[in-house]
């Protein structure tokens, strides 16, 4: 479940619900196809699946659509925020769907206007975010955590918008990589312009990132912009438990 922001430009924010075991015999194997029910602002009361604006189902049997899912602002600058929906199993990889069309009625993930595959690195069962507008160019960002990145390094990449087509997560515009392996530096959240220097920040959890003590975790703040490729050893905040 998570907040979609304003998906229909009504001035009102909406909500995103997800079902990543969601059976459909549209694809084979239909067990935990997943879908994401789309409800419209307003709200109040007590609702059933069925009276949901808009829905976006999976295109592939077993892919966890929905496992997770957030806003994603406005990436490719109509006035509609749009929104993410992760598939964490989707072709055993993973992946990323952006929606950027006003929802309303049935659609299916392969309407999605930019996909983004996990590929070699497992991406989908890692949160994403909205990032902001991590390079100053008027368009909002993505940030999307990738899990199994380097021994379990983990690494938050980012794509600026806007965005259309398919891509592979491993040539983003930006990626900042944990500080250890087995670090799982993947819990990502965009944060906004944190010191007011006109560049979105993004954050980043690491709850493996123990190299002085058990269990230690960091939490990390990365100015925008960032060259590509930077460790989060060099992030501008280092908040440690």
């Known amino acids: 479940m998570s907040g979609?922001?304003?998906?229909?430009?009504?001035?009102?924010d909406d909500l995103l619900i997800g079902v990543a075991d969601y059976e459909t015999?549209?694809?084979?194997?239909?067990?935990?196809?997943?879908?994401?029910?789309v409800f419209h602002g307003p709200l109040a009361g007590e609702y059933e699946a069925s009276d949901a604006d808009a829905s976006i189902s999976a295109n592939h049997g077993s892919d966890y659509f929905g496992h997770a899912m957030a806003s994603a602002g406005d990436v490719n600058g109509d006035g509609y925020?749009?929104?993410r929906v992760g598939a964490s199993a989707h072709r055993d990889h993973g992946?990323?769907?952006?929606?950027?069309?006003?929802?309303?009625?049935?659609?299916?993930?392969?309407?999605?206007?930019?996909?983004?595959?996990?590929?070699?690195?497992?991406m989908g069962l890692a949160a994403e975010d909205g990032a902001g507008d991590v390079n100053g160019d008027g368009f909002d960002d993505i940030v999307?955590?990738?899990?199994?990145?380097?021994?379990?390094?983990?690494?938050a990449l980012v794509a600026y918008g806007p965005l259309s087509g398919e891509y592979d997560v491993q040539s983003l515009d930006l990626a900042l990589?944990?500080?250890?392996?087995?670090?799982?530096?993947y819990h990502v959240a965009?944060?906004?312009?944190?010191?007011?220097?006109?560049?979105?920040?993004?954050?980043?959890?690491?709850?493996?990132?123990?190299?002085?003590?058990p269990n230690r975790g960091a939490v990390y703040v990365a100015d925008g912009p960032t060259d590509h490729g930077s460790s989060l050893d060099h992030a501008a905040v280092e908040l440690l438990s």
Do not use: Q
């Not at 979609?4 to 009102?12: C, E, F, Q, T, V």
């Not at 990589?177 to 530096?185: C, I, M, Q, S």
């Not at 965009?190 to 003590?213: L, T």
């Open 4 to 12: 979609a922001g304003d998906l229909d430009d009504d001035d009102r």
């Open 25 to 37: 015999w549209e694809y084979y194997p239909s067990y935990r196809a997943g879908k994401v029910f």
């Open 81 to 83: 925020d749009e929104c």
């Open 95 to 122: 992946a990323v769907f952006l929606c950027t069309e006003p929802l309303a009625g049935e659609h299916s993930a392969s309407e999605a206007t930019a996909k983004f595959n996990g590929n070699d690195l497992y």
């Open 144 to 155: 999307i955590g990738v899990s199994n990145f380097y021994h379990r390094t983990g690494a």
């Open 177 to 185: 990589y944990g500080e250890f392996e087995g670090a799982r530096a």
């Open 190 to 213: 965009g944060g906004g312009d944190m010191n007011g220097d006109g560049y979105a920040e993004v954050i980043v959890g690491a709850p493996g990132a123990d190299d002085s003590a």
